[in-house]
């Protein structure tokens, strides 16, 4: 019950349409069943399964708008719920930047559901945690891991014609290793639309390498290195850039791509010429949805009805795109597109042992940890190093060091590029390993 | 959702996506809907009976259920324009039980019927009996009396759920307007306002009726100065309080004096707000801060995230375990510290003590959430670690008896977990005022209001922003700085504490948004102190040119 077909679907939102009396009226409907299972000390400590429904109901009289949820569906209650959202919105102060609804659009068909990911269940997720579980109690490591996958729809439409539908999967998995005296830890993470394309038992076995070679890591002074940053790495970073993005806020005055005089960076170059960054729904390695403005692993933003579409975003180092909300959009007469919902950056065909073979001094590094800001003015952020971080001498891995705090900011970064290896999925987003020059540690820290 | 995706959805961040949808908290009602009587107490004594007889039917050795209604309202605005106005509610259950020796769990959305209830407790043991298998050894669960049928209130004055929309739509206007008239470019404010209803039953014999009330007016300032191309942001100096409406009622004799105001139990937003204006436009031309080593005065809107961070955190008893090794870290602070009975966390000045029961603090509540009455203790005692934050299935570890009552669950569709309790620094004992405190300061800088934070996944290496930073100089304050952010190690950092004022400058600040657990669950808590000053802090200048 939890996916309902597009036919299914339209028959619910049509019947909720046709109830309106409100200027426009417009309904989101959707579902998901997503499973858990957690463990750690070697032992799985929580495991759920929870299926969810629900239809949102908009209605708008001029520029006063309401919403009511619910998730019954027989015929009185989607009738309750329409009248429900125009008793709301009658009661609402008005708001004067609303703008009106979308009509039909065109979407893009996406590759985001497999039905092997549909059809997890308890026993899968069992032997998914076994399978990361045991080769780490046989080496007397402790794991602690997570795996969640999602299977679910989702449909919008209103009063003025508009439809759409997608169905998507998603899993991620994510693994910490200790090693059992505490001084050693390793990290793996993933993630995938289509299940048959993880194995827990080889990420694990990332970690645990990771986890072996990082025990007594040395001190070393902090100060401006060369690094490799993993995707797992970067993509914090990048996608911290990249949710910076937003026009308004670069046309107010408040953003990195601000200058004086109330101009904004578009169009100029800000980054190294060979960064390229770009948002392709249709991108067969990170299938996005198709429509909604920067949903989805992204991070939050409503979905206004617009397509996803594919956008250059910095090109060739020129920043080329911002996003918009709809209105301002309209405010500054340019067809604004949305935030995307993840992001590809072009990259090489070296793996990262080619970037770590032909770097002579340099710090490897597996992921960062509690990444803020500091500056949003420069993008200036702070984070640690964590879970295998390796000092690079004449083209090899020489031994651990101790974890570094960094402030650093991306626009500097990727002026500082040395190379970029090929692109990975991570997050939703492809991102390639990136070498940096003189990125910027500024103290050590005794964590492992 | 975080505190950062939370700034993010209501454009209180500068770098955000300005769409203010509100989207995870439950489903949308109309205001009037959260003042609808929710199920009354038989109702819920028959509810509760029917899982808990159906668990031990099953074969549970311990069962207990959750009923709760989560109310939330949100006014957000910007300028001269109301943004958006939300109201959620959600209602269900949650069951949890230990069978085979084994944790099981399941919810129900809108349960209200006794079948209901009874499948859910029927599915919780069934998931119990199948992780069993996995489970190396079994549960041991502390022992806990019941404690028959009671409830608890939290001490509001004022509901907010009460309070007419319209109010709370001109009070964030008026704010707005004073901050553009003290020559803001832009505000942002909002209104958070949550209710949990919530009521607990177990095998122990407790049913246990709960009201919790929390409340959160806030703000961000913009400046700009369009000659530089610069941007400066102050946000406002109120804290998310356990409390009603009544926190909006300014109360001067309860409000803090000096370079700039700072309020205890009552919130004065319009004054705020043009302190603010002022204040951010004053920081465009602040003086950059010279890197070095430098004595820190912070005030307790700053240094509530640096105890939370340095000292609440890293003493979850969860954490040093390695429950959180994949996701929030593990901890420095190792069990073998705590049994040495000398570790040395900080100077002798410094006590640090745990409490759910602080009227007005975002953690107080009369039983935790899985029945145990709550209390106060000490985690740091004269500089020296003395104990942890544990809950019924851990408190043996420590040797105790009885769990320290700090187990908590963000929704009835989340499992209860061991969630950090008010973590509070002790005033000092001998009567100091912040004045006299920064007369003795030759090189110093004193903070006020919280920013930027990081700390590494085992808590010892941390940066700290704020909001306004004082240069001081031979006991002086000298001008406004900006570019600060000071690095420190947590045991060296506390160590470093030389002085806190008395009692009388004693105020919480807090957090709507301390995230944990795998699925993330979000937990509120409020951390006490005095204004402190800590000796030879590190700092850095931030300020970089892109």
Same mark, same amino acid.
């Given at each position: 019950?939890?996916?309902?077909?597009?036919?299914?679907?339209?028959?619910?939102?049509?019947?909720?349409?046709?109830?309106?009396?409100?200027?426009?009226?417009?309904?989101?409907?959707?579902?998901?069943?997503?499973?858990?299972?957690?463990?750690?000390?070697?032992?799985?400590?929580?495991?759920?399964?929870?299926?969810?429904?629900?239809?949102?109901?908009?209605?708008?009289?001029?520029?006063?708008?309401?919403?009511?949820?619910?998730?019954?569906?027989?015929?009185?209650?989607?009738?309750?719920?329409?009248?429900?959202?125009?008793?709301?919105?009658?009661?609402?102060?008005?708001?004067?930047?609303?703008?009106?609804?979308?009509?039909?659009?065109?979407?893009?068909?996406?590759?985001?559901?497999?039905?092997?990911?549909?059809?997890?269940?308890?026993?899968?997720?069992?032997?998914?945690?076994?399978?990361?579980?045991?080769?780490?109690?046989?080496?007397?490591?402790?794991?602690?891991?997570?795996?969640? #996958?999602?299977?679910?729809?989702?449909?919008?439409?209103?009063?003025?014609?508009?439809?759409?539908?997608?169905?998507?999967?998603?899993?991620?998995?994510?693994?910490?290793?200790?090693?059992?005296?505490?001084?050693?830890?390793?990290?793996?993470?993933?993630?995938?639309?289509?299940?048959?394309?993880?194995?827990?038992?080889?990420?694990?076995?990332?970690?645990?390498?990771?986890?072996?070679?990082?025990?007594?890591?040395?001190?070393?002074?902090?100060?401006?290195?060369?690094?490799?940053?993993?995707?797992?790495?970067?993509?914090?970073?990048?996608?911290?850039?990249?949710?910076?993005?937003?026009?308004?806020?670069? #046309?107010?005055?408040?953003?990195?791509?601000?200058?004086?005089?109330?101009?904004?960076?578009?169009?100029?170059?800000?980054? #190294?010429?060979?960064?390229?960054?770009?948002? &392709?729904?249709?991108?067969?390695?990170?299938?996005?949805?198709?429509?909604?403005?920067?949903?989805?692993?992204?991070?939050?933003?409503?979905?206004?009805?617009?397509?996803?579409?594919?956008?250059?975003?910095?090109?060739?180092?020129?920043?080329?795109?911002?996003?918009?909300?709809?209105?301002?959009?309209?405010?500054?007469?340019?067809?604004?597109?949305?935030?995307?919902?993840?992001?590809?950056?072009?990259?090489?065909?070296?793996?990262?042992?080619?970037?770590?073979?032909?770097?002579?001094?340099?710090?490897?590094?597996?992921?960062?940890?509690?990444?803020?800001?500091? &500056?949003?003015?420069?993008?200036?952020?702070?984070?640690?190093?964590?879970?295998?971080?390796?000092?690079?001498?004449?083209?090899?891995?020489?031994?651990?060091?101790?974890?570094?705090?960094?402030?650093?900011?991306?626009?500097?970064?990727?002026?500082?590029?040395?190379?970029?290896?090929?692109?990975?999925?991570?997050?939703?987003?492809?991102?390639?390993?990136?070498?940096?020059?003189?990125?910027?540690?500024?103290?050590?820290?005794?964590?492992? | 959702?975080?505190?950062?995706?939370?700034?993010?959805?209501?454009?209180?961040?500068?770098?955000?996506?300005?769409?203010?949808?509100?989207?995870?908290?439950?489903?949308?009602?109309?205001?009037?809907? +959260?003042?609808?009587?929710?199920?009354?107490?038989?109702?819920?004594?028959?509810?509760?009976?029917?899982?808990?007889?159906?668990?031990?039917? $099953?074969?549970?050795?311990?069962?207990?259920?959750?009923?709760?209604?989560?109310?939330?309202?949100?006014?957000?605005?910007?300028?001269? *324009?109301?943004?958006?106005?939300?109201?959620?509610?959600?209602?269900?259950?949650?069951?949890?039980?230990?069978?085979?020796?084994?944790?099981?769990?399941?919810?129900?959305?809108?349960?209200?019927?006794?079948?209901? @209830?009874?499948?859910?407790?029927?599915?919780?043991?069934?998931?119990?009996?199948?992780?069993?298998?996995?489970?190396?050894?079994?549960?041991?669960?502390?022992?806990? *009396?019941?404690?028959?049928?009671?409830?608890?209130?939290?001490?509001?004055?004022?509901?907010?759920?009460?309070?007419?929309?319209?109010?709370?739509?001109?009070?964030?206007?008026?704010?707005?307007?004073?901050?553009?008239?003290?020559?803001?470019?832009?505000?942002?404010?909002?209104?958070?306002?949550?209710?949990?209803?919530?009521?607990?039953?177990? @095998?122990?014999?407790?049913?246990?009726?709960?009201?919790?009330?929390?409340?959160?007016?806030?703000?961000?300032?913009?400046?700009?100065?369009?000659? /530089?191309?610069?941007?400066?942001?102050?946000?406002?100096?109120?804290?998310?309080?356990?409390?009603?409406?009544?926190? +909006?009622?300014?109360?001067?004799?309860?409000?803090?004096?000096?370079?700039?105001?700072?309020?205890?139990?009552?919130?004065?937003?319009?004054?705020?707000?043009?302190?603010?204006?002022?204040?951010?436009?004053?920081?465009?031309?602040?003086?950059?801060?010279?890197?070095?080593?430098?004595? +820190?005065?912070?005030?307790?809107?700053?240094?509530?995230? @640096?105890?939370?961070?340095?000292?609440?955190?890293?003493?979850?008893?969860?954490?040093?375990?390695?429950?959180?090794?994949?996701?929030?870290?593990?901890?420095?602070?190792?069990?073998?510290?705590?049994?040495?009975?000398?570790?040395?966390?900080?100077?002798?000045?410094?006590?640090?003590?745990?409490?759910?029961?602080?009227?007005?603090?975002?953690?107080?509540?009369?039983?935790?959430?899985?029945?145990?009455?709550?209390?106060?203790?000490?985690?740091?005692?004269?500089?020296?670690?003395?104990?942890?934050?544990?809950?019924?299935?851990?408190?043996?570890?420590?040797?105790?008896?009885?769990?320290?009552?700090?187990?908590?669950?963000?929704?009835?569709?989340?499992?209860?977990?061991?969630?950090?309790?008010?973590?509070?620094?002790?005033?000092?004992?001998?009567?100091?005022?912040?004045?006299?405190?920064?007369?003795?300061?030759?090189?110093?800088?004193?903070?006020?209001?919280?920013?930027?934070?990081?700390?590494?996944?085992?808590?010892?290496?941390?940066?700290?922003?704020?909001?306004?930073?004082?240069?001081?100089?031979?006991?002086?304050?000298?001008?406004? +700085? $900006?570019?600060?952010?000071?690095? /420190?190690?947590?045991?060296?950092?506390?160590?470093?504490?030389?002085?806190?004022?008395?009692?009388?400058?004693?105020?919480?600040?807090?957090?709507?948004?301390?995230?944990?657990?795998?699925? /993330?669950?979000?937990?509120?808590?409020?951390?006490?102190?005095? @204004?402190?000053?800590?000796?030879?802090?590190?700092?850095?200048?931030?300020?970089?040119?892109?």
């Amino acid at each position: 019950m939890a996916i309902l077909t597009k036919e299914e679907a339209k028959k619910i939102i049509d019947k909720v349409l046709s109830y309106s009396k409100a200027d426009e009226m417009s309904v989101a409907l959707s579902g998901n069943r997503t499973g858990n299972i957690r463990y750690a000390r070697n032992s799985v400590s929580t495991s759920g399964e929870t299926t969810n429904l629900s239809l949102s109901v908009t209605a708008v009289f001029g520029k006063k708008s309401g919403t009511a949820t619910i998730n019954e569906f027989d015929d009185a209650s989607l009738e309750k719920t329409a009248r429900r959202a125009e008793e709301i919105a009658q009661l609402a102060p008005e708001n004067p930047e609303y703008v009106p609804m979308l009509g039909p659009q065109n979407y893009l068909e996406t590759a985001s559901f497999a039905q092997s990911t549909a059809d997890i269940n308890a026993e899968y997720r069992a032997q998914a945690a076994f399978d990361s579980l045991d080769p780490c109690r046989k080496k007397n490591l402790t794991a602690a891991g997570y795996l969640e #996958d999602t299977a679910g729809f989702s449909a919008i439409g209103n009063s003025k014609g508009l439809f759409g539908y997608n169905k998507a999967t998603s899993v991620d998995f994510s693994i910490t290793v200790r090693t059992a005296d505490g001084l050693g830890s390793g990290y793996a993470i993933r993630d995938v639309n289509d299940v048959s394309k993880l194995s827990t038992k080889a990420a694990t076995e990332v970690a645990m390498q990771k986890a072996l070679a990082s025990v007594n890591a040395r001190a070393l002074e902090p100060g401006k290195y060369t690094v490799i940053l993993e995707p797992a790495a970067s993509v914090d970073l990048l996608g911290n850039m990249m949710r910076s993005m937003d026009a308004r806020n670069a #046309d107010e005055g408040r953003s990195f791509l601000s200058k004086k005089g109330g101009e904004t960076r578009l169009g100029e170059k800000l980054f #190294d010429e060979r960064v390229t960054i770009y948002s &392709d729904p249709a991108n067969i390695e990170i299938p996005g949805s198709p429509f909604g403005g920067g949903g989805g692993r992204f991070g939050g933003g409503g979905s206004d009805g617009r397509p996803q579409e594919k956008v250059a975003w910095i090109e060739n180092g020129v920043v080329k795109n911002m996003y918009y909300s709809r209105y301002w959009a309209e405010k500054k007469g340019v067809k604004g597109v949305p935030p995307p919902s993840g992001f590809i950056m072009m990259g090489g065909t070296q793996s990262l042992a080619d970037l770590i073979k032909s770097t002579e001094k340099g710090i490897l590094v597996t992921r960062f940890w509690y990444i803020r800001a500091v &500056d949003p003015q420069t993008l200036l952020y702070t984070g640690l190093t964590r879970d295998g971080t390796f000092y690079i001498e004449n083209g090899q891995i020489k031994f651990p060091v101790k974890n570094f705090r960094f402030n650093e900011s991306p626009v500097i970064m990727l002026n500082n590029l040395e190379a970029m290896g090929a692109p990975q999925r991570i997050g939703g987003n492809l991102i390639p390993p990136l070498k940096i020059r003189d990125f910027t540690f500024t103290s050590l820290s005794d964590a492992v | 959702m975080n505190r950062r995706d939370f700034m993010q959805l209501t454009g209180l961040s500068a770098g955000a996506f300005m769409l203010p949808d509100i989207p995870v908290f439950g489903r949308n009602v109309a205001p009037e809907a +959260l003042l609808d009587n929710a199920i009354d107490v038989a109702t819920k004594k028959r509810l509760a009976d029917a899982a808990l007889n159906a668990a031990t039917a $099953k074969g549970a050795t311990y069962a207990d259920i959750r009923i709760g209604r989560y109310l939330n309202q949100f006014v957000i605005t910007r300028e001269d *324009k109301v943004q958006n106005l939300v109201n959620t509610e959600s209602y269900g259950v949650g069951v949890r039980v230990i069978a085979d020796g084994c944790w099981g769990f399941a919810a129900v959305v809108d349960a209200k019927s006794e079948a209901q @209830t009874a499948k859910a407790a029927e599915e919780a043991v069934a998931i119990a009996k199948a992780n069993a298998k996995l489970m190396k050894e079994p549960v041991i669960l502390a022992p806990q *009396k019941g404690f028959g049928e009671v409830s608890w209130k939290a001490p509001i004055t004022k509901n907010a759920f009460e309070v007419p929309i319209k109010e709370k739509v001109d009070l964030l206007l008026t704010v707005n307007s004073a901050a553009m008239k003290n020559g803001a470019n832009y505000v942002n404010s909002v209104l958070f306002m949550v209710n949990e209803q919530k009521y607990f039953a177990s @095998t122990d014999g407790s049913y246990i009726d709960q009201d919790i009330h929390r409340m959160w007016p806030n703000f961000t300032v913009t400046a700009i100065d369009p000659q /530089s191309g610069k941007f400066a942001t102050r946000d406002s100096l109120s804290s998310p309080m356990g409390m009603g409406y009544e926190y +909006l009622q300014a109360n001067p004799t309860d409000s803090v004096k000096g370079i700039t105001t700072r309020y205890n139990m009552g919130y004065d937003m319009l004054e705020d707000v043009t302190a603010a204006a002022r204040q951010a436009k004053e920081k465009l031309s602040a003086k950059s801060v010279e890197a070095g080593k430098y004595d +820190l005065v912070l005030d307790p809107s700053h240094l509530w995230l @640096t105890i939370h961070e340095s000292v609440g955190h890293p003493l979850e008893l969860d954490r040093v375990l390695g429950y959180e090794a994949n996701f929030a870290g593990t901890s420095f602070a190792t069990l073998d510290k705590w049994q040495s009975k000398n570790f040395n966390y900080g100077s002798k000045e410094v006590t640090l003590f745990a409490d759910k029961t602080q009227p007005g603090s975002l953690g107080a509540v009369g039983w935790d959430d899985e029945g145990v009455k709550t209390k106060r203790w000490d985690l740091v005692k004269d500089g020296t670690l003395v104990n942890y934050q544990a809950i019924r299935d851990q408190v043996h570890i420590i040797g105790e008896n009885e769990s320290q009552g700090c187990c908590y669950a963000d929704s009835w569709g989340s499992v209860q977990f061991q969630r950090m309790a008010n973590v509070s620094l002790a005033p000092g004992k001998t009567p100091l005022s912040v004045e006299d405190m920064i007369k003795d300061v030759k090189k110093g800088i004193y903070i006020i209001g919280d920013g930027s934070f990081s700390i590494d996944q085992q808590r010892y290496n941390f940066q700290f922003g704020g909001q306004l930073f004082y240069e001081i100089k031979d006991g002086k304050i000298a001008g406004m +700085l $900006k570019d600060v952010s000071y690095q /420190s190690n947590t045991q060296e950092f506390w160590n470093s504490c030389a002085q806190i004022c008395d009692e009388r400058d004693y105020r919480l600040g807090g957090s709507f948004f301390d995230g944990k657990g795998q699925p /993330s669950q979000s937990s509120a808590v409020s951390h006490g102190s005095s @204004t402190t000053r800590f000796n030879g802090v590190n700092v850095i200048n931030t300020g970089r040119k892109i």
